[in-house]
């Protein structure tokens, strides 16, 4: 039973509009919420993180916004740029310690020009 | 400027060898973790290590087993490999330290396939 959800496996958005990336997650448990993007041939990178005490987090194209009561998030990126087509992964920090991460399964983003 | 290494990019073998796949990092992190990555599954954690000589069971650890002797390097063993452990094997590591205790580096990863 997946814990993080990320139900679109692909999104096509055009250069210069928006992207939005959703995850939706089980556990009321999860405190903390990190994005992580993926290129081909590396291994994931870091995004942008949120805590369950904050409602926004914003890091110059991105920002994350976690809605508690629908225990959903989302990121999103403005404007999108080609740069941006990779794969993103939604975690959650699994509570009882030792920081473990709970991964969703990805969205494949095109950004087209 | 943080890296995770790990042996192989590639790597082919065949059923019932026994495989082993090193990753080393240079950031003096005390966590280190192995996930594999499959089409449609994500990223699911197969064990872990929070310190020299320590190991934690993850998600999927059936058919794997793993060794950290030093804090700089942690190995992923499958004991006997089978054709369902064909994937992408993904090292990472994270501080204990704030503020980036929950943020994990990972290596670029190595594509098993097992014939």
């Known amino acids: 039973d997946q814990q993080v959800k990320q139900n679109s496996p692909s999104l096509s958005v055009q250069e210069g509009r928006i992207s939005i990336l959703n995850c939706d997650y089980t556990?009321?448990?999860?405190?903390?919420f990190l994005w992580y993007k993926k290129y081909p041939a590396e291994g994931p990178t870091f995004l942008i993180s949120?805590?369950?005490?904050?409602d926004k987090n914003e890091d110059g194209r991105f920002t994350v916004f976690l809605n508690k009561s629908a225990k959903h998030l989302s990121l999103h990126i403005v404007p999108s740029q080609p740069g941006d087509s990779a794969v993103y992964f939604c975690a959650a920090i699994t509570p009882g310690g030792y920081n473990k991460l709970i991964f969703g399964a990805g969205t494949r983003l095109a950004v087209h020009p | 400027d943080v890296k995770v290494t790990q042996s192989s990019r590639y790597l082919v073998k065949r059923t019932g060898e026994k495989v082993f796949l090193e990753c080393v990092q240079d950031m003096d992190h005390e966590n280190m973790f192995w996930y594999r990555q499959d089409p449609g599954l994500g990223l699911r954690l197969i064990y872990f290590?929070?310190?020299?000589?320590?190991?934690e069971k993850g998600d999927i650890p059936e058919g794997y087993s793993v060794s950290r002797e030093k804090k700089e390097r942690f190995s992923l063993i499958l004991e006997s490999a089978s054709t369902n452990q064909t994937s992408m094997y993904l090292c990472?590591?994270?501080?204990?330290?704030?503020?980036?205790?929950?943020?994990?580096?990972f290596g670029p990863g190595t594509r098993l396939t097992v014939t």
């Open positions: 556990n009321s448990m999860f405190d903390y």
């Open positions: 290590s929070y310190d020299v000589k320590m190991k």
């Open positions: 949120i805590s369950s005490i904050k």
């Open positions: 990472a590591s994270s501080s204990r330290d704030r503020p980036r205790i929950y943020e994990q580096y």
